[in-house]
């Protein structure tokens, strides 16, 4: 178990002392009971009940599809398992851009049924509204910037975001607007390294960085991908701890070679 200090309870204002301390943010994402137990109990910092349950546990291919309802059944199921560690919840697409009342009605859903401690948006300047009104019903907000994947119908790849120095200067602009709004951090996603520290510096808030180098407060990984069960996806940013995809293959052909050939139940597995 990996505890930072002897902090019963991560929230954000713990948050906001690791980057006055220089102290880096480890966050994962988990989306049910039994694995947020174990990242709990291994003493991570935040989990992410990432929009990205709709690739890693429903099988879609974009965030796009999946439901507040879907969200909140993950949530709820991430709650029943945390004592710890700060959760963070994706508001998922269609549920806070264009009508800002709509988007605290969500918000106030997440936390209420959830019991969820924040939530999660993609966007900056043009989301401002909702920002700003979820804010002010108590509800802290990550931001989250770069690579925003519910908006990979209009970027049309997954590649590196803000390589060009305009859409560096919006996202300059976009971290000063979400931290002024008064969102606890924001997650930095795919960008070049060398624009993501410049934005750590520029922002009191912490930065949590996915594919954005290692000048940033914290880390995010999907915990699929970071434990090699998901192995169709291998950008250069992903360090895959563990190949869990075969562990879990060869455990299966052993259990049905074993059934098949009467070798399980033994004896003593039996009543
Ligand atoms: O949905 C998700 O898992 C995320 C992370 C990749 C930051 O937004």
Same mark, same amino acid.
């Given at each position: !178990? ?37 990242? /709990? ?9 990432? /929009? #990205?349950? #709709?690739?890693? !546990? ?11 309802? +879907? ?5 709820? #199921? ?11 919840? /994706? ?34 300047? +043009? ?37 060009? +120095? ?22 930095? +996603? ?11 510096? !520029? ?13 940033? /407060? ?13 192995? #169709? ?39």
């Amino acid at each position: !178990m990996y505890l930072s200090g002897s902090v019963p309870k991560i929230t954000t204002h713990v948050l906001q002392e690791m980057k006055l301390k220089g102290e880096k943010i480890a966050m994962l994402t988990a989306y049910d009971y039994s694995m947020a137990k174990i990242l /709990d109990e291994s003493g991570i910092d935040v989990i992410l009940v990432g /929009d #990205s349950a #709709s690739n890693v !546990m429903a099988g879609h291919k974009t965030t796009l599809p999946i439901t507040l309802n +879907e969200m909140i059944y993950h949530a709820s #199921s991430v709650m029943r398992a945390v004592t710890r560690s700060l959760v963070v919840v /994706d508001m998922p697409f269609g549920t806070y851009q264009g009508n800002s009342k709509e988007a605290l009605q969500s918000a106030i859903r997440i936390m209420k049924e959830s019991g969820a401690n924040a939530v999660k948006i993609e966007g900056g300047e +043009e989301i401002k509204e909702s920002v700003d009104r979820i804010l002010s019903a108590g509800i802290p907000i990550l931001a989250h910037l770069g690579l925003t994947p519910q908006s990979i119908n209009k970027f049309g790849t997954y590649g590196v975001r803000a390589k060009d +120095e305009r859409e560096a200067d919006k996202l300059r602009q976009d971290a000063k607007i979400l931290e002024d709004a008064g969102c606890f951090g924001i997650v930095l +996603e795919k960008i070049p390294s060398k624009l993501a520290a410049e934005v750590t510096q !520029m922002v009191r808030i912490p930065t949590i960085g996915i594919g954005a180098g290692n000048q940033v /407060d914290g880390q995010v990984l999907v915990l699929h991908d970071m434990l090699g069960i998901n192995q #169709s996806f291998s950008p250069r940013f992903l360090r895959r701890y563990h190949n869990l995809y075969n562990e879990i293959h060869d455990s299966v052909v052993h259990y049905i070679g074993d059934v098949k050939s009467k070798n399980f139940p033994s004896d003593s597995e039996q009543y």
